[in-house]
């Protein structure tokens, strides 16, 4: 479950980066409709690292079984629906 705290820490890291980068780089670019979607995707991919992270923490106190499919679950949201977002 260490993986999973580690996966979740870095698809985190990955959120400050896109959240910095759209702030900075995309405010005048792209058009306000645009924008709130890009800070959508960034939003949802912070909630689901979260929830990778605590995951990750819970992996130290219930069987490893159980955690492996929900974990998986939401690397699967991150990429299907912050990817389509973004």
Do not use: C
């Not at 705290?5 to 990955?14: D, E, F």
């Not at 106190?61 to 690397?75: R, T």
């Amino acid at each position: 479950m260490k993986s999973w705290l580690i996966l979740g820490s870095i698809i985190m890291a990955l959120v400050v980066i896109a959240g910095a980068f759209g702030a900075l780089r995309l405010n005048d670019k792209l058009i306000p409709d645009d924008l709130k979607t890009y800070e959508k995707a960034v939003q949802y991919q912070g909630y689901h690292a979260v929830g990778l992270m605590i995951i990750g923490i819970l992996g130290f106190h219930i069987s490893k079984d159980l955690l492996g499919l929900p974990a998986m679950f939401f690397v699967i949201e991150i990429a299907f629906f912050s990817g389509s977002l973004y």
